[in-house]
């Protein structure tokens, strides 16, 4: 009498005889003799499996607790059934210990912002030990990254610390930049005004010396005048002036002796300075 065993896909069947083991059944049917041989199945399928939480110490010697899940498949059902009592927990305490001996590696802020190194370190780690179980992990996922306590709190006064000094920073760029911007005003002002006021010298200097010239060219015009109107005047007009100024000169009591020569010279400065006098009338 034969028994019948029915193998579904993804599955294999395991047959022990007389409680060793003989054989493997694929997925299909198979034949088997009752009571002597036995078959278990195995499932070859892809499964989760969240491990409990675990805690490592950093390299810096900060406690962090650390949530992992995977995904794993077997990929020998005789080793993984008659070569460990329990390959599942053994695969999770292989996975635990690589995992804590990769955190006690690495920096708190490094565990903190490195999950996808973590990964790669661990799947590269635990490959070929799991292997001996008959079991291969397809995935691991890092989840919440907890600080103890007493770290979290230290981070958070960290960070509170590190805002106020940027705040404050901040706050002393901003009033140099101010007294910065100030500066270059006030300076602008002072250039401006110094422009302004070399301007206004430099056209009053230009005014002064246009008025200078202006007096000078008329200063020039009257001497030219006079000089041609001396030269044109008759000498018997210089002699009457002559005689008036000896005349002028006797009414204030001083008696004045001019040579006879000099009688013609005498009067045309007299009339010299009278037209000048005239002139200056005008």
């Known amino acids: 009498m034969l028994g019948i065993k029915i193998v579904q896909q993804n599955n294999v069947g395991l047959v022990t005889f007389l409680g060793k083991y003989s054989r493997q059944f694929e997925s299909g049917i198979h034949f088997y003799i009752p ?21 490592g110490i950093t390299k810096d010697n900060a406690s962090v607790s650390i949530q992992v899940t995977l995904n794993y498949r077997i990929t020998n059902a005789e080793r993984y059934t008659f070569g460990n009592s329990n390959s599942i927990q ?25 999950t996808d190194k973590i990964n790669t370190k661990l799947m590269q780690n635990i490959g070929d030990l799991t292997n001996t179980y008959g079991v291969m992990i397809e995935r691991v996922q890092i989840g919440n990254l907890t600080p103890s306590k007493g770290v979290s709190e230290a981070m958070e006064n960290q960070i509170t610390a590190s805002k106020n000094k940027q705040a404050t920073i901040s706050q002393a760029q901003g009033n140099a930049e101010q007294i910065r911007l100030n500066t270059e005003a006030q300076n602008a002002a002072k250039i401006a005004t110094a422009k302004a006021d070399k301007q206004q010298t430099e056209i009053h200097a230009d005014a002064q010396a246009y008025a200078t010239k202006i007096q000078a060219d008329a200063d020039k015009y009257r001497i ?21 100024a000896i005349r002028a000169a006797g009414t204030d009591g001083n008696l004045i002796i001019v040579p006879n020569e000099s009688n013609g010279l005498y009067g045309q400065l007299a009339a010299f300075s009278k037209m000048q006098k005239t002139d200056a009338t005008k």
């Open 224 to 244: 030219a005048e006079l000089q041609a109107a001396y030269a044109a005047a008759d000498p018997k007009y210089f002699n009457a002036q002559s005689i008036d």
């Open 90 to 114: 053994s695969m999770a305490y292989q996975v635990s210990g690589t995992l804590r001996d990769i955190i006690g590696s690495m920096d708190l802020d490094e565990v903190l912002n490195s």
């Open 35 to 55: 009571f002597i041989e036995r078959v278990s199945t195995v499932s070859l399928q892809s499964q989760p499996l969240a491990l409990p939480v675990q805690t």
